[in-house]
């Protein structure tokens, strides 16, 4: 089962995610040790996020999927759940159409431009959910949804995590933070859950104490979380994250046990 997920409409805000900033510029005592980016690491990453997103550890079976989760964002899809009305889908099929010319989702660009700030399905049905898994067979449409979870998601979330100083465990509960709520304007945002988690706890780039910092963190996540219906299960947190935490795993070391929505997963 897919599970929800939230992005800014940043069309309606007037930017892409292409326009937003890393929050702060790498301290000089910057994370330095292997992160997130660490490739074990990084498929770790994509397994949790997979766990909550697909209800599977399979994340690479999820590049060709696709639904309208009836959360106001049109068709989510992909690895990562690009959505048809935030603009990330849209700049992810433009990119595939920029390496690869007439690509089966080539001629739906139009479309995706109109619908994007809308849940419309307007110029995309019946045969866009079709036309994506068949493009889901092609490394090249593989690779540009890496590359743009890359580049939109993964990266300024390890960026950020290591100009605060955090270990693996804080840099992925950024990674998860924007994954969930992307980094717009709105009091629900990746930028505005830390903002409030500052204003409670000092990250370690700050002088503060790492696990105090992270409990912070998460706090302002679940407030966040608990603005809109669709995140009112707040189990990606207090029975995955938090239990990391908790058991002082920084540096997310299997064995890794966790829940999501009742359901158990297990790393070895």
């Given at each position: 089962?897919?599970h929800?997920?939230r992005?800014?409409?940043?069309?309606?805000?007037?930017?892409?995610?292409?326009?937003?900033?890393?929050?702060?510029?790498p301290?000089?005592?910057?994370?330095?040790a292997?992160?997130?980016?660490?490739?074990?690491?990084?498929e770790?990453?994509?397994?949790l996020?997979?766990?909550?997103e697909?209800?599977?550890?399979?994340?690479?079976?999820?590049?060709?999927?696709?639904?309208?989760i009836?959360?106001?964002?049109?068709?989510?899809?992909g690895?990562?759940?690009?959505?048809?009305?935030?603009?990330?889908?849209l700049?992810?099929?433009?990119?595939?159409?920029?390496?690869?010319?007439g690509?089966?989702?080539a001629?739906?660009?139009?479309?995706?431009?109109?619908?994007?700030?809308?849940?419309?399905?307007?110029?995309?049905?019946?045969?866009?959910?079709?036309?994506?898994?068949?493009?889901?067979?092609d490394?090249?449409?593989?690779?540009?949804?890496?590359?743009?979870?890359?580049?939109?998601?993964?990266?300024?979330?390890?960026?950020?995590?290591?100009?605060?100083?955090?270990?693996?465990?804080?840099?992925f509960?950024?990674?998860d933070a924007?994954?969930?709520?992307?980094?717009?304007?709105?009091?629900?945002?990746?930028?505005?859950?830390r903002?409030?988690?500052?204003?409670?706890?000092?990250?370690?780039?700050?002088?503060?104490?790492?696990?105090?910092?992270?409990?912070?963190?998460?706090?302002?996540?679940?407030?966040?979380?608990?603005?809109?219906?669709?995140?009112s299960?707040?189990?990606?947190?207090d029975?995955a994250?938090r239990?990391?935490?908790r058991?002082?795993?920084?540096?997310?070391?299997?064995p890794l046990?966790?829940?999501?929505?009742?359901?158990?997963?297990?790393?070895?």
């Open positions: 089962m897919r929800p997920t992005r800014t409409l940043l069309a309606i805000i007037g930017v892409s995610a292409t326009a937003i900033p890393l929050l702060n510029a301290y000089a005592g910057a994370v330095r292997p992160g997130l980016d660490d490739p074990a690491k990084k770790i990453a994509m397994k996020v997979s766990s909550a697909n209800s599977s550890l399979d994340w690479k079976a999820q590049y060709k999927y696709i639904e309208d009836g959360d106001g964002r049109g068709y989510t899809a690895i990562i759940g690009f959505c048809s009305g935030t603009g990330d889908m700049d992810l099929v433009e990119l595939y159409t920029d390496r690869k010319p690509n089966v989702l001629g739906y660009l139009p479309a995706l431009r109109e619908v994007d700030g809308s849940d419309s399905h307007e110029g995309l049905d019946p045969y866009f959910p079709r036309d994506w898994r068949g493009a889901a067979q490394r090249a449409f593989q690779q540009a949804q890496n590359d743009e979870r890359d580049r939109v998601y993964f990266n300024p979330a390890v960026r950020q995590g290591k100009a605060d100083g955090l270990r693996v465990l804080g840099q509960a950024y990674y924007l994954v969930m709520h992307g980094n717009g304007s709105d009091s629900a945002s990746f930028g505005s859950i903002r409030r988690a500052l204003q409670s706890a000092r990250p370690p780039a700050q002088g503060g104490d790492e696990v105090r910092y992270l409990h912070a963190f998460l706090d302002a996540r679940v407030r966040a979380m608990k603005q809109e219906e669709a995140h299960d707040t189990s990606r947190v029975t994250q239990v990391f935490l058991a002082g795993n920084l540096d997310l070391v299997p046990d966790w829940k999501v929505y009742g359901d158990s997963y297990h790393i070895g």
